[in-house]
């Protein structure tokens, strides 16, 4: 059996959700609770494909990149026991980010007494600000002390040290991760990509603070698509090349006017 497990953070059933349960969600993260449904509606009235068949097309493509890790086991968090390999590691994730197939691999080897490992992350996506577009839609986010969703993995001894809500989410993981006592490894190599698409909640936050995008989001895709579009494969990592064609595709398809 593979010694490392990639453990999803909630995820729902987008195709059949009820965006009803979003109010509670938003509530817990001090957003305004119709931020998506009114988003959801906005959206379903200029494009061809709705909020739920985005997400829904997203989550599967996002899983398939955690499929293909080499070394690696994906599971839920609800059927996940806390248990592990004493010398493999655990990375947990959302529904629409990527990962390298070689990421375990490339990782510096476990040291004795690791409790967690950090390395280089993308993100893809517009910058939240009115130079929105003025960065490649892909970026390599500094290598520094930050831990964001999906660029750490933790053992099995900080586990039972800390206690997995120290570590679940990551900004738990970054209180724990800043502890002294925190016996850390790092690397240099980007091996995931944080996807700032424009249907997950940190983009839906800032679009629907726009004027301009209330009024028209078919402009606001138009620059997302255009700046997509000029993102060339070669000059993107290796391993990224596959799903980001395949976001391409997605996205094109979605963005259709009604």
């Known amino acids: 059996m593979p010694k490392n497990l990639i453990i999803l953070r909630s995820s729902p059933d987008w195709t059949n959700y009820n965006l009803e349960r979003t109010r509670e969600f938003l ?5 305004p609770e119709d931020l998506v449904i009114e988003f959801a509606a906005l959206w379903r009235r200029h494009f061809r ?4 068949s985005v997400r829904a097309q997203l989550k599967a493509l996002a899983l398939q990149t955690y499929k293909e890790v080499q070394g690696a086991v994906l599971l839920r968090h609800e059927e996940w026991d806390g248990s592990g390999d004493p010398e493999g590691r655990i990375a947990f994730v959302d529904d629409d980010d990527w990962m390298s197939p070689g990421l375990f691999e490339s990782l510096p080897a476990k040291a004795s007494g690791e409790d967690g490992v950090r390395w280089g992350g993308l993100r893809l996506g517009r910058v939240f600000a009115e130079s929105g577009y003025s960065e490649p839609i892909v970026q390599r986010r500094p290598l ?10 933790v053992t099995l001894r900080a586990l039972h040290r800390l206690g ?3 570590l679940f989410e990551h900004n738990s993981a970054q209180t724990s991760f800043d502890q002294s006592d925190f016996a850390l490894s790092t690397s240099e190599m980007y091996l995931s990509c944080a996807v700032k698409h424009p249907c997950c909640t940190m983009s839906i936050n800032y679009l629907m603070s726009l004027e301009s995008f209330r009024a028209d ?16 494969l070669e000059d993107v990592a290796e391993w990224l090349r596959e799903p980001f ?5 997605i996205m094109a398809d979605a963005v259709q006017p009604r």
């Not at 509530?27 to 957003?31: A, K």
């Not at 494909?49 to 739920?52: E, L, N, P, Q």
């Open 164 to 166: 997995r809500a120290a």
């Open 27 to 31: 509530r817990g993260m001090n957003l």
């Open 245 to 249: 064609a395949r976001f391409r595709e």
């Open 144 to 153: 520094d002390r930050i831990v964001y969703t999906n660029n750490y993995a």
């Open 49 to 52: 494909v709705d909020y739920r």
């Open 217 to 232: 989001p078919r402009r606001e895709m138009l620059r997302f698509m255009e700046a997509v579009d000029a993102m060339r």
